[in-house]
């Protein structure tokens, strides 16, 4: 089970950090990402992060605006945005998959709950 957080209204160029809770699996032996979902369109990839936090990926659109981390010992993975832009609204998906990272939604086993971000003045 993944719980994310931290979603809300935002005024454009303002940051926020996501956070997601993971329960019921071991989630130091799972890689963990990001995904968004503007309604009508879809799921798509926005970052990514090996079990160790050894690795991170980004979405083009991603690099240098978002960070993603995470905190084993707390079984949570954070996502901290920065510069934020009206196109930035949308539903935000924390997801784990077993073993390595990938930029596809299907290879991920648990989906969070999704947490809204808008970004609007």
């Known amino acids: 089970q993944l719980q994310a957080s931290g979603g809300g209204l935002m005024q454009p160029g303002g940051s926020l950090r996501l956070s997601c809770v993971a329960r019921?699996?071991?989630?130091?032996?799972?890689?963990m990402a990001w995904f968004r979902q503007v309604p009508g369109n879809e799921r798509v990839f926005v970052s990514a992060?090996?079990?160790?936090?050894?690795?991170?990926y980004y979405a083009e659109n991603a690099k240098g605006r978002c960070t993603i981390s995470r905190d084993n010992s707390k079984a949570t993975v954070y996502l901290q945005m920065s510069g934020l832009e009206p196109d930035d609204t949308a539903v935000y998906y924390c997801a784990a998959q077993k073993g390595f990272v990938t930029r596809d939604r299907v290879d991920y086993q648990y989906w969070g709950q999704g947490t809204l971000v808008t970004v609007s003045s």
């Open positions: 992060i090996t079990w160790s936090g050894g690795s991170t």
């Open positions: 019921g699996f071991d989630f130091s032996d799972y890689g």
